[in-house]
């Protein structure tokens, strides 16, 4: 995945590219928007280049390709993802997007962590350690 985040556009692929040539089981495809990496999928790649777009890419940066993608709203898996914001009316919205702001992710219990044999191991702190106010949770 790293090395896919290192050249984005040689990896992408279109919805229509995915029904020939899938993206292995372990990968995501995420649209930086808003603030926020929200779940796309890349639909076809435009004509225009980040030149065409006003302010969108400095004279040092490399011109990079635009997409018209779809992202879809985050459904939330656990209390953790709070910060998740979308700023959409619907559940799903295109727009075009730079290469720039696509990313590839580690698919559900697929990054290094989850591997079979990963070094895991209780760490016992003492109780008393604690503030009485953190040991509420009884």
Same mark, same amino acid.
């Given at each position: 995945i790293?090395?896919?985040?290192?050249?984005?556009?040689?990896?992408?692929?279109?919805?229509?590219?995915?029904? !020939?040539?899938?993206?292995?089981?372990?990968?995501? @495809?995420?649209? &930086?928007?808003?603030? /926020?990496?929200?779940?796309?999928q890349?639909?076809s790649?435009?004509?225009? !280049?980040?030149?065409?777009?006003?302010?969108?890419?400095?004279?040092?940066?490399?011109?990079?390709?635009?997409?018209?993608?779809?992202?879809?709203?985050?459904?939330?898996?656990?209390?953790?993802?709070?910060?998740?914001?979308?700023? /959409?009316?619907t !559940?799903?919205?295109? !727009?075009?997007?730079?290469?720039?702001?696509?990313? /590839? /992710?580690?698919?559900?219990?697929?990054?290094?962590q989850?591997?079979?044999?990963? &070094?895991?191991?209780?760490?016992? @702190?003492?109780?008393?350690?604690?503030?009485?106010?953190?040991?509420?949770?009884?």
């Amino acid at each position: 995945i790293n090395e896919m985040n290192k050249d984005v556009e040689k990896y992408i692929r279109t919805v229509e590219d995915l029904e !020939t040539d899938p993206y292995p089981v372990d990968v995501r @495809v995420a649209c &930086f928007v808003q603030g /926020f990496h929200h779940p796309c999928q890349i639909l076809s790649e435009t004509s225009r !280049t980040e030149a065409d777009v006003p302010g969108s890419s400095p004279l040092n940066e490399p011109r990079r390709s635009v997409y018209g993608v779809r992202l879809e709203k985050l459904e939330r898996d656990s209390q953790w993802e709070v910060q998740y914001r979308w700023p /959409f009316p619907t !559940t799903s919205h295109e !727009t075009a997007l730079s290469s720039k702001y696509i990313r /590839f /992710f580690p698919g559900l219990y697929s990054s290094d962590q989850h591997l079979p044999g990963t &070094f895991r191991q209780q760490i016992g @702190v003492p109780d008393h350690i604690w503030p009485k106010q953190w040991n509420n949770l009884k």
